[in-house]
C-alpha cells in the first residue's frame, strides 16, 4: 500500500469512527460473518469491490448525500475492505443495505443524445 493509498485509509477509518461506535461495528461484523468463505473471491476482486464501494462513498459524500447515506457508504467501503479479512458477507450487507439504490441515485447518469 502507497502513501496516498494508507493516508486515504486513515481518513476513511476516521470517518467510520465518526458515524458508528467500535462496539456497533463489531456488531455488524458478526452479523455478516461467513462460515465458509467463497474460494472464488480473490484479491482482485477484493481490490475491485472495494474500489467501487470507494467511488460511491466519494460521490455520495460529494453529492450532498444525507446523513444516513453517508454513513451507509462508509460503512459499506468499510465492509468491503474488511470483506476477506473477516470472512464478511458483503453481498449480503450491500443487499440489506440498499445499495444498489444508492448506486443508481448517485452514479448512473443517463445521457441524452
Known amino acids: 500500500?502507497?502513501?496516498?493509498?494508507?493516508?486515504?485509509?486513515?481518513?476513511?477509518?476516521?470517518?467510520?469512527?465518526?458515524?458508528v461506535s467500535e462496539e456497533?461495528?463489531?456488531e455488524i461484523l458478526k452479523k455478516y460473518k461467513?462460515?465458509?468463505?467463497d474460494p472464488k473471491?480473490?484479491?482482485?476482486?477484493?481490490?475491485?469491490?472495494?474500489?467501487?464501494a470507494a467511488k460511491l462513498a466519494h460521490?455520495?459524500?460529494?453529492n450532498g448525500g444525507t446523513k444516513d447515506e453517508v454513513k451507509t457508504v462508509i460503512l459499506n467501503?468499510?465492509?468491503?475492505?474488511d470483506s476477506m479479512k473477516h470472512k464478511l458477507d458483503w453481498k449480503k450487507w450491500q443487499n440489506d443495505n440498499?445499495?444498489?439504490?444508492?448506486?443508481?441515485?448517485?452514479?448512473?447518469?443517463?445521457v441524452e443524445v
Do not use: D, G, P
Not at 1 to 19: F, I, S, T
Not at 41 to 52: G, L, P, V, Y
Not at 77 to 81: A, E, G, L, N, S
Open 77 to 81: 467501503t468499510m465492509i468491503c475492505m
Open 34 to 37: 461467513m462460515e465458509n468463505f
Open 41 to 52: 473471491f480473490t484479491e482482485m476482486r477484493h481490490r475491485i469491490i472495494t474500489e467501487r
Open 59 to 62: 460521490s455520495v459524500i460529494w
Open 98 to 110: 440498499s445499495i444498489a439504490q444508492l448506486i443508481m441515485k448517485y452514479m448512473v447518469k443517463i
Open 1 to 19: 500500500m502507497n502513501e496516498k493509498q494508507m493516508a486515504n485509509w486513515k481518513e476513511l477509518l476516521e470517518m467510520r469512527k465518526e458515524v
Open 24 to 26: 456497533e461495528y463489531k
